[in-house]
């Protein structure tokens, strides 16, 4: 019983710092399954995986990351749609990109460890499949590149254009299915099962748009590895590739995420016939936090 | 609030126009799925996904279609078959059509953007895989052939009858499971789970009929990228390839779907003991429209 | 209604009919999906899918065979195993023989149609994957043998001993599994689900046991199969390989599933505590026949 | 009813026996399919099945192990970390290790049966896939390697420190996933699906974290197979490859499991908040075992 009663010590009262423990836990969840498959196919040139252990690795990274932190991955985006207050925003986003950037450095310390170097005294040899496949040189491009373990990269027929398109479409697509799968009206899924739904939905969004530029669909899991991969040892050149690829993950996804949320409204949602109780708890509803997985649509206040 | 009462000005009361809709925005999604996926193995050269990834496409492309609209996936073979009105017929064909070519032109938006100048004041160059693929040729035949990634062609060994006789027997497979699936007497799934295994049901159709002319199993799955092909610079071809094959996914699947329903009455349904209550209510049900997935069977009036 | 009142005419009120019916449609959907499945992999030399299609064909070939006649892949089981009546088990056996021998013809009219020649009255060229393939010839051996795809053979390697004792294995860990699937004082599993999940057992299976001797773990499943091929033109060869294989898949299963119910039933099942309803009802159990999945255990009279 | 009678007389009324059963099923499940899947790619080159098969294998290898022993293969981590009371753990230890030795058994009795010889007066001629594969010669490095069939080994580049971190870090990600799954107050799965879900995590575990020590992230999954090849033909090379890697994966799943534990503890469940009925039961649930799945979490007494 004592451990458990000093838990209860730790126990904190601030529902945004609940929150965002939550968020950070969760996106780290996420990049840990999702980057660490991509880590593995790449460093044993597809002997343990192909391209769809990766699209598995990012989909029940999403699983098990709404189960962790419910919520996690479509507040993500949702946060920027309005759908929580805009105080909060810088708060979400701070912690998410804080838990990407520690699962990128689990995955490091997995795969690679010469960027470890420096905080430890002497020089130890742990694992290095990073160093063993890449022959010692930590490059973004070229046969032996690493940088893309960590965040995506265009194709080398892509445009900075193309990829906005592709970056729209992807998240488009996600919140289309994301409504689809939380609108009661339409659904009725059992609540428990909806992360594994939305974890088969980044699954088809990787078979189906994955090779352009490597579907990251959300802000937080691209610039929080972008930036280890700074640090540890890649430098400037992760944010130079593709033209400063780097800002169309960020910006792309917002604009996708506003598009499919229109296009399921307009074709789908604006028609459910209203029942009479529904229009006075709606009012209520768009001024008030609702605990579960949100899924229910999005309003801007 | 005033993004809400926006959208419930643009709320449409006319049933018939929104169910149009929802198969329109159903049948996009998964031909956006669907479609994607092949589109990416085939510009990869199989590096980003195998034939599996397409299968997968396709069965969660159904699995999140019928999600968004559902019953959509079913009712398109189901209006075929007499189980909504004839007068709605029309319409419904025509917004799946419109769904499917313009999930094609967003496929192709995504991997082929040389289809979209004439569109553009000035030369874009956006994203271009089919174009780095296929060296600039657009062709229906041959080892770089790009037709295929939006409808499908019989393989060299096929007539046009073996054509029929496939596409007979994987829709009447098709029926025979989605029957079952919706049979309360026999299978009691959770109605959210339904389109789950619909997907399932597609993805192991894609394993086991899919190498001899690449499973349309749906009239409008097929016709609808085949006419955006046409228009987009493919030509005539797209119709002429394989003895003009493309009637056979319009015709095949009609006569596979009767088939595949009247097997699964005569063996199983028919003879389900019937309750006194279900023997007055089955003549009601036969003239109203059901809510849901209506998936327990067809009528003929 | 007229279609749905002539239904009603050809409604069978004799319940062994019925069940009879329902196994045949059942092995059917089993052998169509898993059968093409090994057909599509052979015929395009696993370019349009690779073992693990195959796995996944089986896989849900069983789970869609449970949805359509609910309880034919365990009953094909537990037939032999004295749940049901004996007098019941020839009927069943030669229904499920019959709907095993009906899917490997329908998996032949779509994979290849020489055989179909003789009911022709002139030459018709269909499709014909196993023709292109094979270069002509149906060899049961060799690099270009398709009998494979209709019934298992043993891997060079393994004597007849060996593949009893792999079957034995198969069949043992099926029942297992599917005893605990079954067993409601150990897993809770909601009805609809238990065909899903039988599934996912055959799917492992075949990822784990399927290389000595093709997994048959069933009679039923590869004697149907192997009539047709020694039928349509593989010819006595079908029985004659691997030292006369064929009665291995046969009787090995029946003490496989002997043995996987022996154990679960002493390590687990027996040691459940009663309760006292229980006590007196499980009398009456064990002469009646039971409605459902029928997946709670094996009694012998 | 005689047999079910003989089955009632075998009944055993001892609950820490009857446990010891369930887990020593349980633990043979999962290697029987586990193990299974390793050996299948291992000796046939990868034709039948590739690493995500052997992905598949463990994680319905753990799925079906849960059904047939609910709770044994969390249980197998949570008894070393005190869940249960301290005195039962050597008897769980024993038969968990037990199970794992003879699922190897049985392994081996598939795929080679050289070792098997010992037990037989004449020299029979079974299976042998091993001995076809390796041409005789029981290796435990190098490339036709088997006793990795059995247990896990490093990679070459991985040093034994950096096995620790990996097989910490695989640890600390089951755990977190499965308390978020059975964390009732965060995400209301279906108890009768969270085997299914703790199996995804094991394939998600594989596909990002297996490459470089092969993901044990259980002593018993790893010592009790190491223990049958030491006897069975492959000798002491089986401790002592790998810089003497066999105490890794028994030693630092422990530690993973406890870090796992303390960051869910800390970062999520601590923060609930509590219901007044909850902090009375609370104290009650630490002193008393509980049925069912018992993924609530881990108390220290």
Known sequence: MSFRRLLRKCQIRNQLLRECLAECLGVYVLILFGCGSVAQVTTTQEKKGQYLSINLGF????????????G????????????????????????????????????????????YKCFCMYDV?????????SGG??????????AGIFSTFPADYLSVWGGVVDQVIGTAALLLGVLAIGDQK????????????VGALVLVIGTSMGS???????????????????????GVEVFRAGSWWWWVPI??????ALL??????????????????ELQTSCVEATEGKPGLELEGVKSD
Request: aromatic letters at 12%; proline letters at 7%.
């Open 125 to 133: 040899t742990l694992a290095d499949a990073i160093q063993a496949f």
């Open 137 to 146: 040189e930590l490059t973004v491009t070229g046969p032996t590149a690493t």
């Open 72 to 115: 996690v991955s479509v507040s993500q985006l949702l946060c920027v749609l309005g759908r929580h207050p805009w105080k909060k925003l810088p708060f979400y986003i701070f912690f998410q990109v804080l838990g990407a950037f520690l699962a990128a450095a689990t995955v490091a310390l997995q795969y690679y460890v010469h960027g």
């Open 251 to 256: 910006v792309a996804p917002c604009v996708g």
């Open 260 to 277: 499919g949320t229109l296009i399921y409204e307009l074709m789908i949602e604006a028609h459910h016939p209203a029942s009479p109780s």
């Open 59 to 70: 989909a029940l990274g999403v699983t098990f990351g709404v189960f962790v932190s419910r």
């Open 186 to 197: 339409n659904s009725s899924i059992p609540d428990g099962l909806q992360p594994v739904l």
């Open 212 to 234: 352009n530029s490597g579907y990251a669909i959300n802000p937080a899991r691209d610039i929080g590895p972008r930036l280890f991969t700074y640090i540890a040892g890649w």
